[in-house]
């Protein structure tokens, strides 16, 4: 794991090296790298992947405490990311979190192409049982604490208010210890969880879905055809917001695509690539 300090503190990040194109993979709330682990092993054959670990609750490094971690706060880390490794013409994907889509939005200048995967978008925010859940929680004073120590409970993580809704099939015991364990036992990571369900509103991440009209470059669109978190009119939707955009729907998945379909994300992003030199 290579790190990199930013204005917000360090991140930590991914780098499989290789040839262009450069391909930068983010991912939601709660998570880390680990999502996109299949994913990256098919696609790194060909192209240089990275994976920044965002400030999102599976990080292992706390943020310095004044910065901001809204949705444009994200957004612009994402972007420091970009311009701290000179990673031009890249595409980036997301997965999730809707953040990816400001930063695509307001930044467009490093990017080649976008992504989408079954994410928060329009007005999706808090998305569904687990969004609602872990917002209400993050309403009570203190910290998140009380409401994540359960999920230490292995069993409890599979249930709808957890990552249930998110996946078709359950996630490996493996991946959600290593995703956990930092947000469990520290402070500060919740601190920064925290600090992107306060800041986050339904008008802010409508306004930067709908300027996606004007976004330059290819889009992706790849959306689970049955997620229980993220409607599926989203994906058919961002395919009539964004003209140059394509679609494709997964079967027998949920939000989670990464984990649930991906030898098929990676052979639909990488002919995406091929097709939009």
């Known amino acids: 794991m ?4 930013l204005s917000a503190g360090i991140i930590e990040y991914e780098d499989t090296g290789g040839s ?5 993979l983010l991912y939601g709330l709660l998570m880390n790298g680990s999502v996109w682990l299949q994913v990256v092993g098919d696609l790194s054959n060909d192209y240089h992947c990275l994976i920044p670990t965002l400030p999102v609750g599976g990080h292992w490094q706390p943020m310095q405490t004044e910065v901001s971690l809204s949705l444009h706060g994200l957004a612009s880390l994402q972007v420091e990311f970009l311009e701290a490794l000179n990673l031009r013409e890249a595409t980036l994907v997301g997965n999730d979190l809707g953040a990816f889509l400001v930063t695509a939005d307001s930044y467009p200048e490093r990017l080649a192409r976008l992504v989408i995967t079954s994410c928060e978008a329009f007005d999706n925010i808090p998305s569904d049982l687990p969004g ?3 917002t209400f ?3 009570i004073p203190r910290d998140l604490n009380a409401a994540v120590q359960p999920l230490r409970l292995r069993a409890l993580r599979h249930l709808a208010f957890a990552f249930g809704l998110m996946v078709k099939r359950p996630i490996s015991h493996e991946i959600t210890d290593a ?3 930092v947000l469990l036992s520290q402070r500060e990571i919740r601190r920064d969880a925290l600090k992107y369900l306060h800041g986050s509103s339904k008008s802010e991440l409508l306004a930067a879905t709908e300027r996606l009209r004007s976004f330059e470059h290819p889009v992706l669109i790849i959306w689970a055809k049955k ?3 993220m409607p599926p009119t989203h994906g058919l939707r961002l395919e009539a917001l964004q003209p140059r955009a394509q679609l494709v729907e997964i079967v027998d998945s949920g939000t989670l695509i990464p984990l649930n379909q991906p030898a098929t994300l990676a052979h639909a992003s990488r002919q995406f690539i091929q097709d939009t030199p």
């Open 227 to 229: 997620d229980r978190m």
């Open 137 to 139: 929680a993050a309403k």
């Open 132 to 134: 609602h859940v872990i």
């Open 2 to 5: 290579l790190q990199i300090e």
């Open 20 to 24: 262009s194109p450069v391909i930068v």
């Open 179 to 181: 995703r956990l364990h």
